[in-house]
């Protein structure tokens, strides 16, 4: 098969995408044709390059959306998109774009997300040539995972613990991935097959607004594009707070303490003072005085 001078680059180009086109596809199918000439292509994602991306992900809500990004495209060449949902084979549901962007996207909401698995033609027509190609993204590589669920924070013993419920989905613990966001300065910390998470070197902050999300891990079977974060939980550590009524308690108690021993040990001399004696005879003349004597 002879190729017209400009199609090598065009050709080129836009097969790179098949390499990083996202996740799940099942086959890959491109076919060229140059006037008479038709040819086709399978296994198009051994290119060598990683420029190109084509994903489709299934999200909790039932939202449908692929998304394409091809930036080595040639500035002349014309894109149209295609993107169609199927349910055992039969046709469900179809969008399509005859003037698409080189980074673009096609998105809207399906009625259910039972067994459906979608397919995404690109048609590229550059001068007298056009290269179609074709990939699928079957149903379970396809649904992106809700983000954990029940998180709870809270602060003991100087370190952050954080805690959310098992994964409901029929997978190990193990092809499970994390990622915790604690704060807005704090890195992703990253993690597996865990059901709790500790902070390793203690409380560094008086504040933290825990948010988490999670996918299926690439050695399980599954789609592993990450999901939406969880709402976010905010803990704070705990401070010392004194009760206004036991400051002032305190501030009141401490000096009648101090003014009741001071008062106990100066009890004899205070009470001289304050209770001085009643002045009386000695009782040598009381005996006198009680004769009433004249005499003596």
């Not at 003991?156 to 994390?178: I, M, T």
């Not at 001085?276 to 000695?282: E, G």
Request: charged share 20%; hydrophobic share 40%; aromatic share 10%.
């Amino acid at each position: 098969m002879k190729l017209s001078p400009g199609l090598p680059v065009l050709w080129i180009s836009f097969l790179v995408m098949w390499i990083s086109q996202g996740e799940g596809n099942t086959s890959d199918v491109c076919t060229f044709s140059s006037g008479d000439n038709v040819a086709e292509f399978n296994e198009c994602n051994e290119m060598p390059e990683n420029t190109e991306t084509v994903i489709c992900v299934l999200y909790p809500t039932n939202m449908l959306n692929c998304s394409w990004s091809f930036h080595t495209l040639e500035k002349d060449a014309q894109l149209s998109v295609s993107v169609r949902v199927s349910e055992n084979e039969n046709l469900v549901d179809s969008r399509n774009q005859d003037s698409a962007q080189r980074v673009g996207f096609i998105s809207w909401m399906l009625h259910d997300d039972e067994n459906k698995s979608v397919v995404v033609t690109f048609n590229v027509t550059l001068r007298d040539a056009w290269i179609c190609c074709t990939t699928s993204f079957e149903h379970d590589l396809l649904k992106i995972l809700p983000p954990p669920a029940n998180i709870t924070a809270s602060i003991q013993h100087g370190s952050l613990y954080v805690k959310w419920d098992a994964p409901r989905e029929n997978f190990g613990l193990h092809c499970f991935d994390y990622q915790l966001h604690t704060g807005d300065q704090e890195k992703l910390k990253n993690f597996t097959n865990m059901l709790q998470y500790v902070e390793p070197n203690g409380v560094q902050a008086s504040t933290y607004r825990v948010r988490m999300r999670r996918r299926i891990s690439p050695i399980c079977f599954g789609c592993t594009q990450w999901s939406e974060w969880s709402p976010t939980v905010t803990v704070e550590q705990p401070s010392i707070r004194l009760d206004l009524l036991v400051v002032a308690g305190i501030s009141l108690g401490i000096p009648m303490i101090l003014l009741a021993v001071l008062l106990l040990l100066r009890h004899q001399r205070l009470v001289k003072v304050l209770f001085p004696p009643i002045p009386h005879p000695p009782a040598k003349y009381k005996h006198f005085l009680e004769k009433n004597d004249p005499l003596n």
